[in-house]
């Protein structure tokens, strides 16, 4: 299984989300076959680490983003991840726009898989204070263990 979170300049909510769901696949699954990377929209940052704020927003929780760095999406991503999960809507909305149509029920949005079925998008906390990027890890955290729940359970054999 191969997921690939989305946001747009990839250096806040989707290094957070991967970092989060790294994580959770190590304590709760370790040894899995899942890989997981993350990329941006828009080309705004590549090659940056993630943004210092996340990055010890994230190691306050045990995450650690360093290595991480951003990354735009390419074409062959589409075809080569089992799931891409933007974390807003209007991300979503660009990924569809660009994916080739064979692939597009493969992007999904991260809070499809949290508990609250109100809240849609993960807010982009670049322009705000340190409160944002804790909501992000909230966020993530949550959804992370909803999306796990789904990967195992396609990954469940079948009984006939």
Same mark, same amino acid.
């Not at 993630?50 to 010890?56: N, V």
């Not at 306050?60 to 807003?88: H, K, T």
């Not at 670049?126 to 396609?154: C, I, M």
């Given at each position: ?54 990055? +010890?927003?994230?190691?306050? $929780?045990?995450? /650690? &983003?360093?290595?991480?760095? !951003?990354?735009?999406?390419? %074409? =062959?991503?589409? @075809? ?49 204070? +340190?409160?944002?990027?804790? $909501?992000?890890? /909230? &966020?993530?955290?949550?959804? !992370?263990?909803?999306?796990? %729940? =789904?990967?195992? @359970? ?7």
């Amino acid at each position: 299984m191969r997921i690939l979170f989305v946001c747009m300049g990839n250096i806040c909510r989707s290094p957070t989300a991967e970092g989060v769901f790294r994580r959770l696949v190590a304590e709760r699954v370790p040894g899995a076959e899942i890989e997981v990377d993350s990329a941006g929209t828009h080309d705004y940052h590549v090659g940056d680490p993630p943004d210092p704020r996340s990055i +010890a927003a994230a190691a306050r $929780r045990g995450v /650690d &983003l360093r290595q991480l760095r !951003a990354r735009l999406i390419r %074409d =062959e991503d589409f @075809e080569r991840f089992d799931l891409i999960i933007a974390m807003d809507r209007l991300n979503r909305e660009t990924l569809l726009e660009r994916s080739p149509a064979p692939f597009r029920e493969r992007i999904r949005l991260f809070m499809e898989f949290a508990s609250d079925p109100e809240v849609e998008d993960v807010p982009d906390p670049y322009y705000g204070g +340190a409160p944002g990027f804790e $909501r992000v890890l /909230d &966020l993530a955290e949550e959804a !992370a263990a909803g999306l796990l %729940d =789904e990967v195992l @359970e396609r990954a469940r054999p079948r009984r006939r």
